[in-house]
C-alpha cells in the first residue's frame, strides 16, 4: 500500500509516517520504479503500536527501545512493563500535583470574588494574588 493508505490505516498522516521513517522507528518502506513508497502489513502494525505508545504517553527514545528489543528478537513485554509502572506513577505524581493546584487557585478565585476590586491595596499589583 502506498503512504497515504498506510498512514490511513494506522491513523496517522502521511507527515508522521515520513517523520517516524525518518527517526528510524519504521524500516524505510520499497520504492517502486516510479519513486513511489510502498508498506506492507507489518509496517502498519508498526505504526499502530507507535501511536498507542504515544497515546500511553510514552517518549519516542522509550518506543524505540521496545522496537530495537522486538527487532533483535526478544520479547520486550518485561520492559513495557516496567516503563508502563514508572509512567503511571508520573501521572499520579502529576495528578496529585495539578489537584493541589486545584485547591490552591479555587482558594484564590474565592477570596478574589469575596472582595470587590475597589478594596485592592493600591501599593500592591493586586491583591488578589
Known amino acids: 500500500m502506498r503512504i497515504g493508505e498506510a498512514a ?11 517523520f517516524y521513517e525518518d527517526s ?10 516510479n519513486g513511489y513508497r510502498h508498506y506492507n502489513h507489518e509496517s502498519v502494525t508498526r505504526l499502530e503500536f507507535i501511536r498507542r505508545g504515544r497515546a500511553a504517553g510514552l ?3 522509550q518506543i524505540r527501545e521496545i522496537l ?3 527487532d533483535a528478537g526478544e ?11 514508572v509512567q503511571l ?3 499520579d505524581q502529576q495528578i496529585a500535583e495539578l489537584t493541589a493546584l486545584r485547591s490552591s487557585v479555587a482558594a484564590l478565585r474565592a477570596t478574589a470574588t469575596a472582595q470587590p476590586p475597589a478594596s485592592c491595596d493600591p501599593a500592591r499589583i493586586c491583591s488578589y494574588l
Do not use: I
Not at 8 to 18: D, E, I, S, V
Not at 75 to 85: F, G, I, M, Y
Open 59 to 61: 517518549t519516542l527514545a
Open 24 to 33: 528510524g522507528l519504521l524500516p524505510e518502506a520499497n520504492r517502486s520504479s
Open 75 to 85: 520479547a520486550p513485554c518485561t520492559h513495557v512493563q516496567e516503563l508502563l509502572e
Open 8 to 18: 490511513a490505516a494506522a491513523g496517522m498522516t502521511a507527515k508522521t509516517l515520513r
Open 89 to 91: 506513577a508520573a501521572l
Open 68 to 70: 530495537a528489543l522486538r
